[in-house]
Nanobody, 118 residues
């Protein structure tokens, strides 16, 4: 069982920065991938960024060049550094842990609200 707890959300002005953290109760080194997803009101949950155990990363086109995902296996923590934030980045951000060899294969945090507004 893996428990994920996000933190670091809040209200920020356009152009500002935030860093989200995801603390895991389990050993994230066993996970194939850790990632961040977001869901805006009235929209489906979408991928923001993922980082595989081997180090490869994947970003949504809308955040490339602005967001950076990192993972610290020793601290069982995943981060999302968000720079140059835009109002359209407003959403609830969820941490995800994925291990396709496990059942269930996906674990989710409770989410943290990010609001970008002047």
């Amino acid at each position: 069982q893996v428990r994920l707890v996000e933190s670091g959300g809040g209200l920020v002005q356009p152009g500002g920065s935030l860093r989200l953290s995801c603390a895991a109760s389990g050993v994230i080194g066993a996970m194939d991938a850790m990632g961040w997803y977001r869901q805006a009101p009235g929209k489906q949950r979408e991928l923001v960024a993922t980082k595989r155990r081997g180090g490869s990363t994947n970003y949504a086109d809308s955040v490339k060049g602005r967001f950076t995902i990192s993972r610290d296996n020793a601290k069982n923590t995943v981060y999302l550094q968000m720079n140059s934030l835009k109002p359209e980045d407003t959403a609830v951000y969820y941490c995800n842990a994925h291990q396709p060899q496990w059942r269930p294969s996906d674990y989710w945090g409770q989410g943290t609200q990010v609001t970008v507004s002047s």
